[in-house]
Every structure is written in structure tokens, then in C-alpha cells.
């Protein structure tokens, strides 16, 4: 499917509106309206700044092997879960839009058998502990989502419960210098 400048623009309007003075329900409502914007935006490898900026950085930090046991904060359409799964980690990723879990679980059904894909809202500790299954998790990882999740005190909170004693939980933000409403990304090729 294909996008209008314009369409991205106002997408990317509403997008990055998410976090700053609304709530949960307010923030959830966007990203339901946009969750198939979303996915075809990113498709199965992200966009060019999360693939040459942000994606190696948070895979040098996480270190993910066979071995891990790995949440997926705010998973979107789930493709750096795949990229995790494609290392041989096993993964429980979530979101809170539940249309943009169905995106997820239909885009990456490759890998059904290594990612549980579940809806879970961010902001609500009791949610995120229900994630919990029969073992502790050795890595958390959220990538360019925390800027939009309303209250972070929950989560961090219930991550500190998910993860096993030696667990790390890796996560990139942008930085609101950094946020343009053009397609230029500043990455490793571009100066």
C-alpha cells in the first residue's frame, strides 16, 4: 500500500503527539488508528534509522544468544522480536494495541514457535507481571518506545520483577532534539 507524503506526515503528527500531556486510553485510541500505517511503514526490517542507528547498538548491548529468555517491551509489528528469534532467543513481546498484536502475529508467524506475541498494556504493572510464565526472563529490551508511554514507573518496576538477578534491560529513546518531521535520519552512511 502506498502513502502520501501527507499521510505520513500526519501519522508522524499523531505518532509522536503519543506520551506528551495524554493518557493511556487517549494514546492506545492512536496507536489502534495507526497500528496498519505502522506496520507497513516498518515492514519486516524497521526504517533506515532503526536499522543502521538504533538496531545495532541495542543488539551490541542486549547480546542476544540461544540461551535467552527475552521481553519485548512495546513489540510493535514485532520485527526486531523476529530479528531476536532469527538469533535463537525466545521471546515474550508485547504491545498494548491489540490490532497492532494481530499485525504482529500474522507478519512474523515464521517464527510462532520462538515469539508469544500478547497484548499488554505498559503503564499497568498488573499486566505486564501476567506476562510472567515458568521461568524469569534474562533480557528486557524496549526499542524507541519509552518517549511514548505515559507513566514509566510501572514498568520499570515490573521489569525489575520479570528479570532474573543477573537479567538486562536494554532500551533506546530518541532524544526530542533529534525529532523531524522529514525522512532524514542522521545515520552512520549519511555525513
Same mark, same amino acid.
Given at each position: ?9 500526519e ?27 505502522? *506496520?507497513n ?5 524497521? %526504517?533506515?534509522? @532503526? ?11 542486549l /547480546? ?10 512495546? +513489540?510493535? %509489528? ?6 531476536? !528469534?532469527?538469533?535463537?532467543? /525466545?521471546?515474550?513481546? #508485547? *504491545?498494548? /494495541? ?10 512474523q ?5 520462538q515469539?508469544? #506475541?500478547?497484548? !499488554? ?29 505515559? *507513566? ?8 525489575y520483577?520479570?528479570?532474573?538477578? /543477573?537479567?538486562? #534491560? ?5 532524544h526530542? +532534539? ?7 535520519y542522521?545515520?552512520? @552512511?549519511?555525513y
Amino acid at each position: 500500500m502506498e502513502y502520501s507524503k501527507e499521510d505520513l506526515m500526519e501519522a508522524k503528527k499523531q505518532i509522536w503527539g503519543v506520551g506528551e500531556n495524554m493518557g493511556t486510553e487517549e494514546s492506545k485510541k492512536i496507536w489502534e488508528e495507526n497500528a496498519q500505517f505502522w *506496520d507497513n511503514a516498518m515492514g519486516d526490517e524497521s %526504517n533506515e534509522f @532503526h536499522r543502521e542507528v538504533v538496531r545495532p547498538k541495542v543488539t551490541e548491548l542486549l /547480546s542476544p544468544n540461544p540461551a535467552d529468555y527475552i521481553l519485548d517491551i512495546a +513489540c510493535g %509489528n514485532g520485527n526486531y522480536s523476529s530479528y531476536l !528469534a532469527q538469533r535463537g532467543a /525466545s521471546i515474550v513481546a #508485547f *504491545d498494548y /494495541s491489540k490490532k497492532m498484536i494481530e499485525l504482529a502475529k500474522r507478519r512474523q508467524s515464521q517464527y510462532a514457535k520462538q515469539i508469544e #506475541f500478547c497484548v !499488554a498494556d505498559a503503564t499497568d504493572r498488573k499486566s505486564i507481571l501476567e506476562l510472567k510464565r515458568n521461568r524469569a526472563f534474562t533480557k528486557a529490551v524496549s526499542n524507541m518506545a519509552i518517549m511514548g508511554i505515559t *507513566d514509566i514507573e510501572p514498568l520499570l518496576m515490573a521489569v525489575y520483577e520479570l528479570l532474573q538477578e /543477573s537479567g538486562i #534491560f536494554v532500551f533506546a529513546t530518541q532524544h526530542p +532534539c533529534f525529532v523531524t518531521l522529514t525522512e532524514k535520519y542522521m545515520t552512520p @552512511h549519511s555525513y
